[in-house]
C-alpha cells in the first residue's frame, strides 16, 4: 500500500488509525451483520454512533450544556444562509470579509437582511486579517468572522471584542486545530471535510438562547430551523450516517493523541517548519502578512507561474499530492491539517530545498 504525503485542503487527509477501524468495519458493524451504510437511522445501532460522536466533541471542545450540537448537510456553504435565517431579528449584521469564503457568507447574509461590510482586506488581496474595532454595544444581531482563510493562509490570532453581539465563526479550516474558547462565541460552524471527517457534514454549535425562540425569519426552510434540529437530534429527516460515524471517529482519534492542546502543539510544529523554510529560501517567499499567518493552511510562491506549476507537478511526481494554490490566488498551498504527519512537512521542506538549488538564480525577487 503506497499513500501519498496528502496536502489537498480538503476532502483532505484523515488520520490512518481511522480509515483503518472504518475498514474493519465495513461489512460487519460490531457484529451486526450490517455495514454503518445500512442501517436504520433510527435504529438502535445507529443511536450510540451519533450520541457518542457528540459526547466525544463536548468532551474535546468543552463544549458548556447550554449550547446545541448539530450534524447537519449542505457544508458550511449552506450554513452561511441558515446564519442569518436563524439570528438576523432586528435585520442587521455585520461580516468581517477577510476572504473569499466571509465574502460568500456576506453576499448570502445580505439576501436576508442588511448585511454590513465591517472591515475587509480585498485591496490587499486578502494578505492579512483586517483590523476591527471594539463592536460592542453595536446593536448588531451577530458578527461574522472566518476564523481561518482556507485559500489565503491566514486566521486570526485574537478574536474580535464583540462584548454583547453573539461572535458568529466559520471554522471550517480550524476546527479541532486548536482549543476554542466556546463561551466566547454565539455560534461555531464548520464543514468536516477539512479536519474533521469526510465531506457531507457540517457541524454547527450553538449557543441555545439565540435559538430558543425558534428562527428569526419565517422563510427559514424547516431543515435549516436550528432549533428545530436540535430537538430532533440532528434528525428532521435521513442525517449522513455515514459522515457522522467517521467525524465521531477522527473526534475519538484527536482525544487519544491527547486533544486540541496537544493538536495546536503539533499544528505550530508542523506550520514553523514550513515558514522557517520559505523565510530562509531566495526563491519561494509566503504570500500572507507574518503576523497573520495560518497554522492550517501554509500558501507561498515563487512568483513565476511557471516555476510554480514546475514545482507543484515535481512534488505529485515525488508523493506529495494537492499543494497547487487555489485556482483564485495561484502559487502554492500546503493544508496541513491534523492528519497530516510532521514527516510529510519535512520531505516537503527537502523537495522545496532540492527544487530552489536546481534553480538557483531564477528568483523574480532578486
Ligand atoms: C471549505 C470551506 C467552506 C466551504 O465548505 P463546504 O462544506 O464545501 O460548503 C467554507 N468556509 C471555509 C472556511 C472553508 O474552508
Known amino acids: 500500500m503506497a499513500r501519498v504525503h496528502n496536502f489537498n485542503p480538503g476532502p483532505a487527509a484523515l488520520p490512518l488509525p481511522v480509515l483503518e477501524e472504518v475498514q474493519a468495519e465495513l461489512l460487519d458493524y460490531a ?11 433510527r435504529s438502535a445501532m445507529y443511536k450510540p454512533i451519533y450520541e457518542e460522536a457528540e459526547a466525544t466533541l463536548r468532551r474535546v471542545l468543552a463544549i458548556p450544556d447550554d449550547y446545541d450540537v448539530l450534524f447537519l448537510s449542505g457544508g458550511a456553504t449552506l450554513e452561511f444562509a441558515a446564519v442569518a435565517m436563524n439570528l438576523m431579528r432586528t435585520g442587521r449584521a455585520g ?45 448588531l444581531d451577530y458578527v461574522h468572522i472566518c476564523q481561518n482563510n482556507t485559500i489565503f493562509g491566514t486566521m486570526w490570532q485574537r478574536l474580535p471584542k464583540t462584548g454583547d453581539v453573539p461572535l458568529v465563526a466559520d471554522v471550517s479550516s480550524c476546527f479541532l486545530s486548536m482549543p476554542l474558547d466556546v463561551e466566547r462565541y454565539g455560534v461555531i460552524y464548520a464543514g ?3 479536519n474533521a471527517g469526510p465531506a457531507g457534514v457540517a457541524v454547527i454549535i450553538v449557543r441555545h438562547d439565540l435559538i430558543a425562540q425558534g428562527p428569526a425569519l419565517p422563510i427559514c426552510p424547516t431543515y435549516l430551523d436550528w432549533r428545530l434540529q436540535a430537538l430532533q437530534g440532528s434528525m428532521l429527516n435521513t442525517p449522513n450516517t455515514w459522515g457522522i460515524y467517521v467525524c465521531g471517529k ?19 510544529k508542523k506550520a514553523s517548519l514550513l515558514y522557517d523554510a520559505i523565510d530562509r529560501s531566495g526563491l519561494f517567499h509566503g504570500t500572507a502578512l507574518p503576523r497573520d499567518r495560518s497554522i492550517s493552511n501554509v500558501t507561498f510562491t515563487t512568483d513565476i507561474p511557471e516555476l510554480d506549476r514546475e514545482f507543484v507537478s515535481e512534488a505529485a511526481r515525488a508523493g506529495l499530492v494537492g499543494l497547487g494554490g487555489h485556482r483564485l490566488v ?18 516537503l521542506v527537502g523537495l522545496m530545498e532540492e527544487f530552489e538549488e536546481l534553480h538557483a538564480g531564477t528568483s523574480a525577487t532578486e
Not at 457484529?31 to 437511522?41: D, I, R, T
Not at 495561484?330 to 520531505?347: F, L
Open 95 to 139: 461580516y468581517v470579509v477577510s476572504g473569499n469564503f466571509s465574502k460568500k457568507a456576506y453576499e448570502e447574509g445580505a439576501k436576508y437582511g442588511e448585511a454590513l461590510c465591517i472591515a475587509t482586506s480585498e485591496d490587499t488581496d486578502y494578505d492579512r486579517i483586517p483590523e476591527v474595532g471594539d463592536l460592542s454595544g453595536s446593536g
Open 250 to 268: 477522527v473526534f475519538k482519534w484527536v482525544e487519544e493523541m491527547g486533544g486540541l492542546e496537544a493538536m495546536e502543539a503539533r499544528n505550530r
Open 192 to 194: 468536516a471535510q477539512k
Open 330 to 347: 495561484g502559487g502554492m498551498r500546503a493544508s496541513i491539517y491534523n492528519a497530516v504527519p510532521k514527516a510529510s512537512v519535512e520531505r
Open 31 to 41: 457484529g451486526e451483520g450490517l455495514s454503518v451504510m445500512e442501517m436504520s437511522h
